[in-house]
């Protein structure tokens, strides 16, 4: 049974770099036909999709976010990560990580809370 | 990007009635390759993820209740709770598939009345 878990610093200040990580148990990220993305939700609010890994390393991107967004896979760890640069108080939500089959995200982790504050 | 619209935002209905929530895409999600619509719908609860309940628009999810179906082609899709248990208290999203990025509706509150 596959499961996610969203890690990584639940502060981080404005203009700074937001990086968080999901460690994916129960099957490898680097096989299937698997998209592996993340999603974030402010409190309150609903749900903004970020963007994706697929299994064979290429990214695609919500253009909201422009060029702030990087996700990365690290397979030899079984990770795949995002990283969110020149974060605002707007960044700050519950991160999701997922995995997409292509037609539905049928795996989430928990989520994360992050809070963009000095 | 393809817009996803929900009705209502929220609705009450009491115990053991229907509910139906309404989702609306600014384009079709309709493959013509497969003629599957790529149309999903998500249950969350207050501090929990997203949960799958219906995928290719109509398809149930393994382990959702039958209570629950899903309608609709093109842009215009019906999530149909046909009798209504205190466990669905919950808000509920669609979100499409057909293409990136990913959209979501802006999700439909369920309550008890």
């Known amino acids: 049974q596959v499961q996610l878990q969203e890690s990584g610093p639940g502060l981080v200040k404005p203009s700074q770099t937001l990086s968080l990580t999901c460690t994916v148990s129960?099957?490898?990220?680097?096989?299937?036909?698997?998209?592996w993305s993340w999603i974030r939700q402010p409190a309150g609010k609903g749900l903004e999709w970020i963007g994706r890994?697929?299994?064979?390393?290429?990214?695609d991107y919500n253009p909201s976010f422009k060029s702030r967004v990087t996700i990365s896979a690290d397979t030899s760890k079984n990770q795949f990560s995002l990283k969110l640069s020149s974060v605002t108080a707007a960044d700050t939500a519950v991160y999701y990580c997922?995995?997409?089959?292509?037609?539905?995200?049928?795996?989430w982790g928990q989520g994360t809370l992050v809070t963009v504050s000095s | 990007d393809i817009v996803m619209t929900q009705s209502p935002d929220s609705l009450a209905v009491s115990l053991g009635e229907r509910a139906t929530i309404n989702c609306k895409s600014s384009q079709s999600v309709l493959y013509s390759s497969n003629n599957k619509n790529y149309l999903t719908w998500y249950q969350q609860k207050p501090g929990q993820p997203p949960k799958l309940l219906i995928y290719?628009?109509?398809t149930r999810e393994s382990g959702v209740p039958d209570r629950f179906s899903g309608s609709g082609s093109g842009t215009d899709f019906t999530l149909t709770i046909s009798s209504l248990q205190a466990e669905d208290v919950a808000i509920y999203y669609c979100?499409?598939?057909?293409?990136?990025?990913?959209?979501f509706g802006q999700g439909t509150k369920v309550e008890i009345k």
């Open positions: 890994i697929y299994t064979s390393g290429t990214t």
């Open positions: 979100q499409q598939f057909y293409s990136t990025p990913r959209t």
């Open positions: 129960g099957g490898s990220i680097s096989s299937g036909s698997y998209y």
């Open positions: 997922a995995r997409d089959v292509g037609y539905d995200t049928n795996k």
């Open positions: 290719w628009a109509s």
